[in-house]
């Protein structure tokens, strides 16, 4: 049998796994891998500004494929760049293989040039991780850190790869299964927790479907919105759920949470059983644990993660399983009951109250300004218009990323991405790119603020370099905003260090980079200044300059329950 080098086996892995996109950086660590990797022509290599970028990008294909997103770098700091977007990764369960060149095996722990234990650096935020120390074993490990990556919870998986491993040689034989004692993730749902389940549901007087983003990684969107429809129960996201169930359908109430509807945290609050689907009950949508729907006599959650059910709020009826096959399931169940009518016409009721306290206390966003100063709500409207929810919209993190997911309408599925658990400024952009490879054919849209863009902009040159038609607008209002906000209610309005003073001339910088740049800073010109440029065929960027003041509303004070919202 023909031998290979370590660092061909790697590319006949990933070719195995079936990669077409690695996003990456070389260095020395990792140049035997980037050797081999110009031999093969089967695998598109995304040349990232910064390695923060390749994780994010990673992210973002990985979001709207549905497969692992591929990461490679060198070792010290081209593999410690990632971390944050390893870490970005693990919070919102996101599939990805980051493969990291190291300094060979005989220098390892001597702090020789550019050594970083990056295994032990990223333990806490990755699912698994390896450090291969023998050129044999690469086959292996890396189709076990595919299967890890892609089932049960989705999460990132590193693999460390000594210099010498990737040159020294050895027989070329792919793994056609995994078989990991320890690891099994449990697919099938429990049939008698499914019906405890579905009995409960049957006897709800206000029931709530709250739904989070283990939905999308499952591929549940078609059964979760068949149910929902044939149940006639209404519905609340988290934000990574966005697009689950298309916005205007009318069971759709809209995101729960700090900064949800008055309507949907008050659905939660007065619900009698809620049906938690692919969720973590993390902070955000809970507020104070003791006050988390405090009138729900049963709580179901379905989720394929044992250790996220009853992790924050005890639960009544746990179902650990794929959600898409226990959805299936309880499909099955519901369709051959015939007793559901009355019931139905007790949960319309409930329904109509949920859209009473909709109609009483509404998203408190003004449509135009006085002044023509562009609103947030015209902005996110005039994009909405332009995009007819079908493109695939990115954010960074701050107001713009809340004004986005209370405002945008979504058609479909994998059409929302955003940094959820982390929260990591500089997500936007390069997520947005890594989105456009995993779909050509899609429009991407990044909607970003003044100060998450600069976190991350060098990709705009990546964007050029591979002529990606993403669109990037920029919410600019020269402050930190969610910072401003938190400093205007809770800090006596001590505006400690959120001014962005010195502000880059957008325009001229996306220009220098080799990209479109526009302005835009009145209403009257905003509708045909985006439309200029949509029309554009390559990267875009428009500086849209918003009100400094604007805030997010409503919002939930950090140690407050979800009822005891502000609203302005």
Known sequence: MNKLSGA?????????????????????????????????????????????GASHMAEGYARVSGRPGVVLVTSGPGATNTVTGIADAYMDSTPMVVLSGQVSSTMLGNDAFQEADVTGITRPCTKHNYLVRDVREIARVMKEAF???????????????????????????????????????????????????????????????????????????????????????????????????PTDDPLHLGML?????????????????????????????????????????????IDIDPSSI????????????????????????????????PRQRLWAEWHRQIMDWKAEKPLPYEKHSPDGTIKPRQLIDGLAELTCGEAVIVTDVGQHQMWTAQMMPFKHPRSWLTSGGLGTMGYGLPAGIGAHFAAPE??????????????????????????????????????????????????????????????PDFVKLAEAYGAKGFRVERAAELSATLQAAFAEPGPVLVDAVIPTAEGVFPMVPAGSAMHEMLFA
Not at 36 to 45: G, S, V
Not at 147 to 158: D, F, H, K, S
Not at 313 to 341: C, F, H, N, W, Y
């Open 442 to 503: 899609r429009e991407v849209v990044v909607i970003s603020g003044d100060g998450s863009i600069q976190m991350n902009i060098q990709e705009l040159s990546t964007a050029v370099q591979y002529q990606v038609p993403v669109k990037v607008v920029i919410m600019n209002n020269h402050y930190l905003g969610m910072v401003r906000q938190w400093q205007e209610k809770f800090y006596e309005e001590r505006y400690s260090h959120s001014y962005m003073d010195a502000m």
């Open 310 to 341: 009853s992790k924050n709020i005890k639960v009544d009826v746990p179902i650990v399983g794929d959600i898409k096959t226990v959805l299936r399931s309880m499909l099955k169940k519901v369709k051959s009951q015939e007793s559901l009518a």
């Open 8 to 52: 061909q086996i790697v590319i006949e892995s990933l070719l195995a796994e079936g990669v077409d996109t690695i996003f990456g950086y070389p260095g020395g660590a990792i140049l035997p891998t980037y050797d081999a990797l110009i031999q093969n022509p089967h695998l598109r290599h995304v040349l990232v500004r910064h390695e923060q």
């Open 147 to 245: 299967y890890i990556a892609g089932t049960g919870r989705p999460g990132p998986v590193l693999v460390d790869l000594p210099k010498d491993v990737q040159t020294d040689e050895a027989p070329f034989v792919y793994p056609d299964h995994v078989d990991i004692r320890g690891y099994k993730p449990t697919l099938k749902g429990n049939e008698r927790q499914i019906e405890k389940a579905l009995h409960a549901i049957e006897a709800a007087e206000r029931p709530l479907f709250y739904v989070g983003g283990g939905v999308q990684w499952s591929g549940a969107a078609p059964e979760l919105t068949e149910l929902v429809r044939g149940l006639k129960i209404p519905v609340t996201p988290t934000v990574m759920a966005l697009g689950t169930i």
């Open 257 to 301: 949470g700090m900064h949800g509807g008055y309507w949907t945290n008050m659905a939660v609050y007065h619900c009698d059983v809620l049906i938690a689907i692919g969720a973590r009950f993390d902070d955000r949508v809970t507020g104070r644990v003791a006050d988390f729907a405090p009138n729900a006599k049963t709580i179901i959650h």
